[in-house]
């Protein structure tokens, strides 16, 4: 089911692009997936099947951790600044966000000072 929401569609496809793949047993595991973790593929080479089957689920989850370690690399590199992906509301909420900063560094200057006053006395 897509989703309605543009704002979450265009996320969920962000998410979808990022792939990631990795391998153990010297690849003959190999694990490929999506950031949304929808789209996940298991490939065991017929010879990983003479190993034990603890092996076999080791080198699955070594694959998978590494699958998993691409796609959050990939989702770094494209992420984007959360106020861009709000569209048109975003330079407002930017603007918020200086302001209610600056109104913080002035109130903590002014606290400062009445706490050097306070010690002095």
């Not at 990983?48 to 989850?61: H, K, P, Q, T």
């Amino acid at each position: 089911m897509a989703p309605e929401d543009p704002l979450t569609a265009r996320v969920m496809s962000r998410f979808a692009q990022a792939k990631g793949a990795g391998e153990a047993l010297g690849g003959l595991v190999r694990v490929e997936l999506d950031g949304t973790g929808e789209d996940v593929r298991f490939v065991i080479d017929p010879k990983a099947m003479r190993r034990a089957s603890e092996d076999i689920a080791e080198a699955l989850g070594q694959a998978y951790r590494a699958a998993r370690a691409e796609v959050q690399l990939a989702l770094a590199e494209t992420r984007q600044d959360p106020f861009e992906a709000l569209g048109g509301m975003g330079e407002t909420l930017r603007e918020l966000d200086t302001t209610a900063m600056r109104r913080l560094s002035e109130l903590t200057s002014i606290a400062e000072n009445l706490a050097n006053r306070t010690d002095r006395l």
